[in-house]
């Protein structure tokens, strides 16, 4: 069963976006946000300065570190690739414009979403790290890969197979899907608020020890740490359901890997509470929601297939 080349270039684009994010990750915990103190340039120019000496007069030397730097350029160079790719995708999408409009609308969306991303990246810089615009960022990112998911699960939707009639078991599972996606984002919130406040304090206590920002932050981070079973309780009803209730092996297998990847989650969770807030656990926590969102928006996308839908050669 061969992909056409919109559904290869949209599933590598979600891939990507999910990369992205990674990268985006790598530059929050090293504080290389500002590492390019301008926009679209760095440094005043498309390549950034290898040294101090290379600088332009107009700069203060202060700024310049080579590794927050190239961090922060990387990220934005990953940025243009993931642009190029959605834009490719909105092309390619045209062939579905009256056969699967879903996949043409979403993928335009796409299109749409990527520019504000860029715009905003900027806005981003120019505020200095503006906390809250550096959420809405990230929001959008997560928004961005989803709706490219979307997309690209409705122009292969031929060739899935759901082995699961219609009935209780259907509803059921299909109201613990929607439910645990909407604790999941509501989790991502309150994450990224115990983020905003951490940054806080680097800018308000910067000599705190890293082991003590968690005991500063407050009340949010207990409320996070507790929502965090109402995630793992809906992952667990869905996966009885997935495998003492139907005989889905698609459906058996999308479960165990979310909620594989819940209890990951919630690991790296009590690792950053106890060790101090470890960069690596941080970058690995933030890709850890994105791959969380896509696996169980797309058990909910799976619900709602046609029962034994044939596939397509």
Sequence with gaps: MKLNTYQKTAIITVFATIFLIFVGGLVRVSGSGLGCPDWPRCFGSWIPPLSVADLPARFDPSQFNIFKTWTEYINRLVGIVIGILITATGILSL????????????????????LIQGWLGGEVVESGLKEWLVTVHMLLAMAIMTILLYAAFKATEE????????????????????????????QMILGTQVRTTIDDLMQTMPGLSRDLWISHVGSIVEIHRSFSWTIFLSGAGLLYFAFRKTKSSLLQYMTLGVMTTIVIQILLGVGLYYMGMPPVLQVLHLVGVAIIICLEFLTILILRLPVNQPSSG
């Design 95 to 114: 062939r579905y414009r009256k056969t699967k409009p879903p996949v043409f609308y979403n993928s335009v969306a796409a299109f749409i979403l990527v």
């Design 159 to 186: 060739r899935w197979t759901l082995q699961l009639e219609k009935g209780k078991t259907r509803r059921w599972m299909y109201g613990i899907a929607l439910t645990l996606f909407a604790f999941t984002i509501i």
